[in-house]
């Protein structure tokens, strides 16, 4: 049987948002000072014709953010373009129509060049689209590929899931990806959703008099739990929704393990390694946590997926995989 493959000229968009940043912030200040102007200008206590003046001037407003969102943007690229060093400037992005094969040698778009498929770290679809697919690559990050996802899909998927079956390469080195997180940064957000929610709690119970009983409980009841909420849906989210952008390729060269890009490196003989299970509201999984004497530690998620199961199949042979330690 025939390996699958895919050769076609389509459109491919490179999709960097590390530059967003920026203009989020730019775009979350304007908002509010737009919104700290609107209170200012509206009138409250306003009866009558007054109240119709009100109305009027907050479709006007409301068009004047909208169009001051666009100046804003604009005015970022400008600054970025024109006045940002070379050095601190977003390199050009690659978009248009080119060449996409994808078969046993890897993955190729013309323009861009040619990926090892351990370099092909995930595929991400788009929700209520059947046309557009998202690769996510170590050395061209997000690629945005216009096609039907059924012909490019399975033949990627193929691939990716071939390589977690193979035992060793032929250098003898175990290749493996993994979803890399911080649990010291997620366990923060976890209890800032609470001490966030019990400061709610506390300002509501101190108005308490002012408010009456049945608007407090309902407070405590809804507000509470909506505030926590929000504040996990961030840590929750990047293991879920965003963990494509957070998969990365390892090498496991007898007890050395490093990523491809060169960022992580450890003697697993020498660093610490534990195996722990987690859980807690909305979330439940088991990561592989590296602490080495010096230097930044790596914690890897272990749930779902042939690579991670490779990965600790490959720890076990060479009797690096601790028992899971719950205890955090």
């Keep these: 049987m025939s390996s699958p493959a895919f050769s076609r000229s389509i459109q491919v968009t490179q999709i960097?948002?590390?530059?967003?940043?920026?203009?989020?912030?730019?775009?979350?200040?304007?908002?509010?000072?737009?919104?700290?102007?609107?209170?200012?200008?509206?009138?409250?206590?306003?009866?009558?014709?007054?109240?119709?003046?009100?109305?009027?001037?907050?479709?006007?407003?409301?068009?004047?953010?909208?169009?001051?969102?666009?100046?804003?943007?604009?005015?970022?690229?400008w600054v970025e373009a024109h006045w940002l060093p070379s050095g601190k400037r977003r390199a050009k992005l690659f978009s248009g129509r080119t060449q996409v094969d994808a078969g046993e040698g890897g993955f190729c778009v013309q323009g861009l060049g040619h990926v090892d498929w351990i370099d092909v770290l995930a595929i991400e679809g788009i929700p209520d689209s059947d046309n557009y697919l998202i690769v996510h690559t170590r050395p061209f990050r997000k690629l945005l590929l216009t096609v039907c996802v059924d012909e490019l899909a399975p033949v990627i998927s193929h691939y990716l899931a071939l390589r977690s079956s193979i035992e060793a390469t032929r250098w003898g080195k175990r290749q493996s990806r993994a979803m890399v997180f911080c649990w010291r940064c997620f366990r923060a957000w976890i209890w800032a959703g609470y001490a966030l929610a019990g400061a709610v709690g506390i300002a509501l119970l101190l108005n308490a008099g002012d408010a009456g009983f049945v608007k407090t409980a309902v407070g405590l009841c809804v507000l509470m739990p909506l505030v926590a909420w929000l504040v996990w849906a961030i840590p929750i989210s990047q293991i879920s929704t965003f963990s494509p952008s957070r998969v990365r390729a390892f090498e496991l060269d007898g007890t050395r393990l490093h990523s491809t890009d060169g960022e992580w490196q450890f003697d697993l003989r020498r660093d610490?390694?534990?195996?722990?299970?987690?859980?807690?509201?909305?979330?439940?999984?088991?990561?592989?946590?590296?602490?080495?004497?010096?230097?930044?530690?790596?914690?890897?998620?272990?749930?779902?997926?042939?690579?991670?199961?490779?990965?600790?199949?490959?720890?076990?042979?060479?009797?690096?995989?601790?028992?899971?330690?719950p205890e955090l």
């Design 272 to 325: 610490r390694i534990s195996r722990r299970r987690v859980s807690g509201i909305g979330y439940e999984f088991t990561f592989l946590a590296i602490r080495p004497e010096s230097g930044k530690g790596l914690d890897l998620i272990l749930e779902g997926g042939a690579d991670q199961e490779a990965l600790l199949d490959a720890l076990d042979d060479r009797g690096l995989l601790p028992l899971t330690n």
């Design 16 to 77: 960097d948002a590390s530059g967003i940043w920026p203009i989020l912030l730019l775009c979350t200040a304007y908002s509010v000072l737009m919104f700290a102007g609107t209170v200012w200008i509206l009138d409250p206590d306003a009866t009558g014709w007054r109240i119709a003046r009100d109305m009027a001037a907050m479709l006007v407003l409301f068009v004047l953010w909208l169009v001051g969102l666009v100046v804003v943007v604009r005015a970022w690229l």
